[in-house]
């Protein structure tokens, strides 16, 4: 019976020290990025990210004529603006496709301005119109 248990923690050790040497070459974070790195260009339309963060600044007015100016995008990508509407959220983040990701109809948004009205609004895409 002592030589059963001997063997039974002998192999314990062993499965232990390979499952923690498989483990200790993981990297979820690297792994993920190469991935993102590989499958780019067929899953997004983008041969590789942009190389830094925009350092550009834009006054309000050119904002408002062209809010599409805000962003930086890599090649290969085009920045539609979905609303501009005056009842929209001023501070929208968190937004979700809705009723799927394959056929919206509607962007379902988080408006986290604390003034007048924080809430979720919903967003028509083919019109823009924004709705509480």
């Known amino acids: 019976m002592k030589k059963l248990a001997t063997v039974i923690a002998v192999v314990v050790a062993l499965g232990i020290g390979v499952v923690g040497s498989a483990l200790a070459g993981l990297d979820f ?3 993920t990025q190469n991935l993102l790195n590989a499958r780019s260009q067929p899953l997004f339309g983008v041969g590789k990210p942009i190389d830094v ?6 006054d309000a007015a050119t904002a408002e004529a062209d809010p599409t100016d805000l962003v930086t995008l890599a090649n290969g990508l085009k920045a539609k603006v979905v609303t501009a509407a005056a009842n929209a959220g001023p501070n929208i983040d968190m937004m979700a496709l809705w ?3 394959t056929d919206p109809t509607w962007l379902i948004a988080c408006n986290e301005e604390s003034e007048p009205d924080p809430g979720v609004q919903r967003i028509r895409i083919w019109d823009g119109s924004s709705r509480r």
């Open 53 to 58: 963060s925009s350092q550009d600044s834009i």
């Open 29 to 31: 974070g690297l792994d």
């Open 99 to 101: 009723p799927n990701e």
